[in-house]
């Protein structure tokens, strides 16, 4: 097997990036609040983002979305404040999918121009480039541009007085005006107007969506009546699919190197099996990643809808925050990947995105040296994708009130807003670190030294994996609620980790199982000579099966320890 990297993915919110202000104001405006731009990510920020060990870097939040920002002047319709969450707007409520957002942009005609030269300029720092696709729902005034002589807007032929037609883009509630139970005016002086109403994103059919619904968002019609027991109307092809197939063709001839697909389960696997193919046809590198929450279908989605990774959500993400916060005992780690049934190196692992919250976050551990076990667990332990988001890697906090979104311990999507561990770390571009604190330091050097590992080592991205939690259940001298262990092995080299979810320091006694010498093929020996790689420093271990191994850890640490025989 030829040797692949690991994926180490960069996710950033584009926006927030750049953003140098650092007195935003709650629920402030672009021109009180500023916002970062593709600019801002020079090749100098791009360097930095690949000396922590990036391989690719997401840019969230590049295709054109609905905004409370006027850019009237640039022939950009504006959009109801009623139907727009926050002032700058969600991500996720696309208003033309042939466009790049225009508050990206330094000259705003200009903007896919600057994109493209984004994309260089990412490829030429040795990164690539992942960009969101929105495939279940749209901003409710969705209206293209810049959409591709030839081509037609969604909804143009569609037949409003059916609720479900195979011909048509959206969902209807016929005779029937929006009536959302959320703000209809939003400030304007017209209250928003809709009829006859369209369904709304998150699958509700009638016409009294509420503020906890997707409000700002239709739902897209792949041929699916599921008014009527969830009928699949898929032959002919749904125009909706051929209509999405240009989208992702639009934006594959753009150079990027792949999709994060949002909500993917939402939309049909039949979609996915008959689009994907299609787009790799013509260009073969290019991935697919599912965000998918039912592990019922991860495997329909990756076999029959042809995805390249899913998200690992419901099983890692949820295990290890709950071990991090001494919710769960470390021995659910082994549970949560063997119930993956041999799939786990299809699955992107993450402990903090858009979507989630902070791990330093109030809501969360609060603290975020608590992270850094599942860090090491997370991104060590399989040679599939790991991805971190941006300002993680400081412990931001994500304790903002921005303005729609509240005080969460999320780092806003919705509002104008600047992130204050990015701010530091970019100091106006200089990545000279004068503005960090010692700590945040501390964990970056943590951070790097993980995610570069995950590709100096071959055992990381390319070894077997051995769980040796099975052999020190009630082991007398390892607390198994407390601490995980596990090998990885690639030719002769061995890497023995083991990681403290515990805010005491310990010294561990572990079993190392005959199957395990077996399996790996390890030379069994009193004493080695060990080097920790997150310190270098050497010790002696030995590697008996009657005999235990002695390791001391401190309070929320680990170590990756490395033998050659």
């Not at 731009?37 to 000396?51: H, P, Q, V, Y």
């Not at 997401?58 to 979305?65: K, L």
């Not at 994060?260 to 299609?278: G, K, L, N, S, T």
């Not at 332990?381 to 988001?389: A, G, K, L, Q, S």
């Amino acid at each position: 097997m030829k040797n692949e990297n690991k994926m180490i993915i960069y996710q950033v919110f584009t926006r927030l990036f750049g953003n140098n202000n650092n007195h935003c104001i709650y629920n402030g405006d672009i021109s009180q609040n500023g916002c970062g731009k593709m600019a801002d990510f020079t090749a100098k920020a791009l360097g930095e983002i690949k000396k922590l060990g990036a391989t690719h870097i997401w840019y969230t939040g590049i295709i054109e979305h609905a905004s409370q920002t006027d850019y009237r002047r640039y022939n950009i319709r504006p959009d109801h404040p009623a139907i727009v969450k926050g002032k700058a707007g969600s991500p996720y409520a696309i208003k033309d999918y042939y466009d790049v957002d225009p508050d990206l942009a330094t000259d705003v005609p200009g903007r896919m121009k600057e994109f493209e030269n984004l994309v260089s300029r990412t490829h030429r720092a040795g990164l690539k480039v992942i960009i969101d696709f929105v495939p279940n729902h749209v901003a409710r005034q969705y209206h293209s541009d810049a959409q591709p002589d030839g081509t037609t807007q969604l909804g143009a032929n569609d037949d409003p007085n059916y609720s479900f037609s195979p011909y048509n883009n959206f969902y209807y509630i016929p005779q029937s005006e929006l009536h959302g139970q959320f703000d209809m005016t939003g400030n304007a002086l017209e209250p928003y107007h809709e009829f006859p109403a369209k369904a709304t994103g998150n699958n509700r059919f009638d016409a009294y969506p509420n503020i906890n619904d997707w409000y700002e968002t239709v739902k897209l019609n792949y041929g699916v009546d599921y008014q009527n027991g969830g009928t699949c109307h898929f032959s002919p092809t749904p125009d909706t699919w051929t209509k999405m197939l240009d989208i992702l063709l639009f934006w594959s001839s753009k150079n990027i190197d792949g999709f994060r697909c949002d909500m993917a389960e939402m939309v049909p696997v039949e979609f996915w099996e008959w689009a994907i193919p299609q787009v790799k046809q013509e260009y073969p590198n290019i991935i697919f990643i599912a965000e998918v929450y039912n592990p019922h279908e991860y495997k329909n989605y990756l076999f029959r809808g042809k995805f390249d990774f899913l998200y690992d959500k419901v099983g890692l993400y949820d295990t290890l925050r709950n071990v991090a916060c001494g919710y769960d005992s470390a021995t659910a780690i082994t549970r949560s990947w063997q119930s993956l049934g041999g799939i786990e190196k299809r699955m992107l692992n993450f402990l903090e995105n858009h979507d989630e919250q902070r791990i330093a976050s109030d809501f969360f551990a609060g603290d975020p040296r608590k992270g850094v076990p599942a860090l090491i667990v997370s991104a060590c332990m399989n040679t599939n994708p790991m991805m971190i988001y941006f300002g993680q890697e400081f412990g931001e906090m994500g304790m903002d009130s921005e303005g729609f979104s509240g005080r969460d311990g999320r780092t806003t999507i919705f509002d104008y807003w600047s992130v204050d561990t990015i701010r530091r770390w970019r100091n106006e571009g200089k990545f000279d670190g004068k503005m960090l604190t010692e700590e945040q330091k501390h964990l970056y050097a943590i951070y790097q030294r993980v995610l570069t590992l995950c590709n100096e080592e071959q055992a990381i991205s390319n070894g077997v994996f051995f769980d040796l939690m099975y052999a020190n259940e009630n082991g007398w001298r390892f607390n198994e609620h407390k601490q995980y262990t596990f090998m990885r092995k690639y030719k002769n080299e061995l890497l023995f980790i083991v990681v403290n979810f515990d805010n005491q320091p310990v010294n561990v006694a572990i079993n190392v199982p005959s199957h395990a010498f077996d399996f790996l093929q390890i030379p069994q020996f009193d004493s080695y000579k060990a080097v920790d790689l997150l310190t270098d420093k050497v010790e002696e271990i030995s590697l008996l099966p009657y005999k235990a191994t002695e390791i001391a850890l401190g309070a929320y640490t680990g170590k990756i320890l490395k033998i050659k025989f």
